[in-house]
């Protein structure tokens, strides 16, 4: 939709003209935030997003997450899944985070650890990451993945 594709473009910093260019001629961050919309306009109700934040400077980062918040609360059914390694930018946008590891016996990823931001107070607010709660819980799950990253 039209409408969609103006207001993305305009949430996350972007000309217009990024879209008639070929993806070799835009900046890392163009990239990624156009991946952000294309994700965003093809997808009703559940996203997957790996590494959203990857690439882009603070400004595109704080753009990106209050785009992300805006989707997750368009509708009751939205579910967004981010799969990231910046801790803070995706607790900022988390009702849920889940801490992934690794066992030596079992193969891939496990959940070690999950943290309901939401029954903290800690979700679906802006300017979040100047709570010194927020910021504790961040320091939290830093600290419990350096204890579980191999």
């Known amino acids: ?79 967004i899944i981010v799969i990231t390694h910046d801790v803070t930018e995706g607790m900022s946008v988390a009702d849920t985070v889940w801490l992934m590891g690794v066992e030596a016996q079992t193969p891939g990823a496990l959940i070690v650890e999950q943290y309901d931001l939401a029954a903290l107070g800690l979700a679906w607010q802006p300017e979040i990451q100047h709570d010194p709660r927020f910021i504790a819980a961040v320091q939290d799950v830093k600290r419990r993945f350096l204890e579980v990253a191999p």
């Open 1 to 79: 939709d039209v409408v969609d594709i103006e207001l993305y473009l305009v949430a996350l910093g972007l000309p217009r003209g990024v879209l008639e260019q070929y993806p070799k001629l835009l900046s890392g961050g163009q990239r990624q935030r156009v991946a952000i919309i294309r994700q965003l306009l093809c997808s009703e109700h559940f996203l997957i997003l790996d590494e959203p934040f990857s690439g882009l400077d603070i400004k595109a980062k704080q753009q990106a997450c209050a785009l992300i918040q805006q989707v997750a609360q368009l509708h009751t059914l939205n579910t």
